[in-house]
T-cell receptor, first 123, second 111 residues
Framework: GAVVSQHPSRVICKSGTSVKIECRSLDFQATTMFWYRQFPKQSLMLMATSNEGSKATYEQGVEKDKFLINHASLTLSTLTVTSAHPEDSSFYIC???????????????????FGNGTRLTVT | AQSVAQPEDQVNVAEGNPLTVKCTYSVSGNPYLFWYVQYPNRGLQFLLKYITGDNLVKGSYGFEAEFNKSQTSFHLKKPSALVSDSALYFCAVRDSSDMRFGAGTRLTVKP
């Protein structure tokens, strides 16, 4: 159980175009999902917290107008990289935690479940 | 803020030997600690967690971790390493609504 599906797994786009990445929780509801970026041989950098039905919370230094997050339902969050540039090339990973809310007792102790990531290459 | 540190970038062991991947933590209050594994071009997979109770936590794929409060450590261990255990391992701590990850340790198990 607790499967997170992320799509696409790999995308190549031209500079200046936009790319949408989808993150779905397949067998549970997730009021909160997280988007990370991972550079080669480095740890995960939290970009933003996606909240169902409300605006995402972005980490310091992450441009909210460039990385648009939409969490329209309890099972789907999308990350759109707008006007992509080569420096946006990276591995993007989403995660979600089963539970009724980010601070509920059931969710606090639960591990995060991750999608398989999206390798974005901007040429 | 909560944080974890993984002091080793790389750990090399021979197949069949025990392995240890180190993690130390810094938290205010009770720690909620996790270990994840990442294979190439994949997301992270949950291995095990410590919330409360026994200091020795058993997880997936034969891994276990020992919570040591006095040393503020949560080292990942396995009695007998397999070549297929070669991957990137992350220690993490629950922080508010999200999770903070260590820098990762690349484990290489050689036949």
């Amino acid at each position: 159980g607790a499967v997170v599906s992320q799509h696409p797994s790999r995308v190549i786009c031209k500079s200046g175009t936009s790319v949408k990445i989808e993150c779905r929780s397949l067998d549970f509801q997730a009021t909160t999902m997280f988007w990370y970026r991972q550079f080669p041989k480095q740890s995960l950098m939290l970009m933003a917290t996606s909240n169902e039905g409300s605006k995402a919370t972005y980490e310091q230094g992450v441009e909210k107008d460039k990385f648009l997050i939409n969490h329209a339902s309890l099972t789907l969050s999308t990350l759109t990289v707008t006007s992509a540039h080569p420096e946006d090339s990276s591995f993007y990973i989403c995660s979600a935690r089963p539970g009724q809310g980010p601070d509920s007792a059931s969710s606090y102790n639960s591990p995060l479940h991750f999608g398989n990531g999206t390798r974005l290459t901007v040429t | 803020a909560q944080s974890v540190a993984q002091p080793e970038d790389q750990v090399n062991v021979a197949e069949g030997n025990p392995l240890t991947v180190k993690c130390t933590y810094s938290v205010s209050g009770n720690p909620y600690l996790f270990w994840y594994v990442q294979y190439p071009n994949r997301g992270l997979q949950f291995l095990l967690k410590y919330i409360t109770g026994d200091n020795l936590v058993k997880g997936s794929y034969g891994f276990e971790a020992e919570f040591n409060k006095s040393q503020t450590s949560f080292h990942l261990k396995k009695p007998s390493a397999l070549v297929s255990d070669s991957a990137l391992y992350f220690c993490a701590v629950r922080d508010s609504s999200d999770m903070r990850f260590g820098a990762g340790t690349r484990l290489t198990v050689k036949p």
